[in-house]
Each structure stands twice: as C-alpha cells, then as structure tokens.
C-alpha cells in the first residue's frame, strides 16, 4: 500500500487506541538498557541467511535506553557493512503518528529495527498497518523490559515481529 495513493483524508484519519487500552501500555515499565547479549542476537538474526537483509530502517522512543540500544545497533549494523536508510525517533505521547511513520517506511528498507518503549510503540504501530507499506513480518526489536531475573541466566531474547 502506497502512502502516497491515499488521499488526505485517510491519512488524517487517527488509529489513536482507545484511552482504556493506552492505560495499559502506559502502565508498563520503561525500557531496561540493551545488553551486549540483546544486540549480538538481534544482529545474528539480522545476518542470518535466510532473512536476507542488507538496508534497514532504526526507529525507537525518545527514552534514554531506546536511544542508546538504537545508536549502538546502527554503529554496529554500519560497521559490519549495513545500511542505515534512516533513523526515526518519536515521543510516547502524540497527537498523529503520520510522520514518523513515513519516514520510517520512505525508503522500502528490508527491515525495521525497533528499540521503543510500549505505549509509542503500539500507537506507531497502529499508524504503520493504516498508512504505509510496513510489514510486520520484517521488523525486530531489542527486547522492551527488564530481563526475567527467574530464569537462568536471565533470558531476554529480541523480538521479531509476525508469525
């Protein structure tokens, strides 16, 4: 789907959540700083063979461990010879998600890579799936919260989104 096909309307139109569901997402915890663990594997599963990725597109929360987790990630994604097509940032709390998520999906990366605390992430999310052709099967996220201190070692593996 061509964000560029939809008329002015639509793309206005807000996939906001409802403020019992956004409640929720807000009532979550901050996310916890990425570890070396956490890139190492979300760069093994970025290289691997089959997922075919070469350019991706860095999107996270405003927050000072989404932050560092996405700048760590793309010194490593360009160091080991990736592309970076662009880096969007966005705040928790917004009035439309229009525009970040049409930088974030502008130059048809062959993956999104996500550090994001909850609530912004799933009210981005909502306005990718409306207005843009982001896949969900192509993005991957630092995991968001604080490690499970009962497992051991502790477990927090990356995220990729869809089946």
């Known amino acids: 789907m061509d964000a560029k096909r939809w008329s002015a309307r639509e793309l206005a139109r807000s996939p906001l959540m409802p403020a019992a569901q956004a409640a929720r997402f807000a009532e979550m915890p901050p996310p916890a700083p990425h570890t070396e663990a956490d890139l190492r594997s979300l ?7 089959a997922a ?3 350019t991706v597109a860095v999107g996270h929360s405003r927050d000072a461990a989404s932050r560092a987790a996405a700048e760590a990630f ?8 990736g592309t970076v ?24 990366p062959d993956a ?6 909850p609530l912004g992430w799933a009210q981005l999310s909502r306005r990718l799936r409306l207005s843009t052709d982001w896949n969900p099967r192509r993005t991957y996220a630092f995991p968001p919260l604080e490690p499970d201190g009962d497992a051991d070692p502790p477990v927090r593996p990356p995220y990729r989104s869809g089946p």
């Not at 760069?43 to 063979?49: E, H, N, W």
């Not at 010194?75 to 080991?80: E, L």
């Open 112 to 117: 999104w890579v996500i550090a994001a605390a």
């Open 85 to 108: 097509v662009a880096v969007v940032d966005w705040p928790e709390q917004a009035a439309s998600w229009l525009r970040p998520a049409l930088r974030l999906t502008a130059q048809d």
């Open 43 to 49: 760069l093994a599963l970025l290289t691997a063979p």
């Open 74 to 81: 793309v010194a490593a994604w360009q160091a080991g010879g």
């Open 52 to 54: 075919a990725v070469s």
